[in-house]
């Protein structure tokens, strides 16, 4: 079993440094990808992105389900999919390197403290889940990815 990767190797694959071998890793990146493509689309040409996204979180979830061990019935639920936390992840990623390069200093602040606290949490739902503490909402059918405002 490959344990979810820490949170550092996430961000990396969010920012297109080539990851390991790790399919949650291979999914970030590609999702960051989709959310960079995202932020510069016109209005009303998302929808192939987002399907692409949804795809995306769906793979991830699968993963999560196949190789990660059954919490306790007694586990806390956790609100979210591995797979929705990471392409908020990969979102916030996409706006934190866009704010840098577009943005006033306190915007970036902004930015990269959203995507650090996102990404301390992560890693902390990673170890949860690894030690049998939390449990996730079942996978039923499709799973929809959600729309965030940029």
């Given at each position: 079993m490959h344990p979810l990767p820490p949170k550092h190797l996430l961000l990396q694959a969010c920012r297109g440094l080539p990851p390991d071998d790790h399919p949650v890793l291979y999914c970030a990146g590609l999702l960051a990808d989709l959310h960079e493509?995202?932020?510069?689309?016109t209005a009303g040409s998302t929808?192939?992105?987002?399907?692409?996204?949804?795809?995306?979180?769906?793979?991830?979830?699968?993963?999560?389900?196949?190789?990660?061990p059954r919490a306790a019935r007694?586990?806390?639920?956790?609100?979210e999919t591995v797979g929705t936390v990471v392409d908020r992840l990969a979102q916030f990623s996409a706006l934190a390197y866009l704010t840098l390069a577009t943005s006033a200093d306190g915007a970036v602040r902004d930015a990269g403290q959203r995507l650090t606290e996102?990404?301390?949490a992560y890693e902390h739902l990673a170890g949860e889940l690894a030690a049998g503490r939390r449990r996730l909402p079942?996978?039923?059918?499709?799973q929809e990815t959600q729309e965030y405002e940029y």
């Open positions: 493509r995202r932020l510069t689309a929808a192939p992105i987002d399907h692409d996204r949804a795809r995306l979180v769906h793979d991830i979830d699968r993963w999560v389900a196949a190789e990660l007694d586990a806390h639920l956790h609100t996102l990404a301390i079942n996978l039923t059918g499709t």
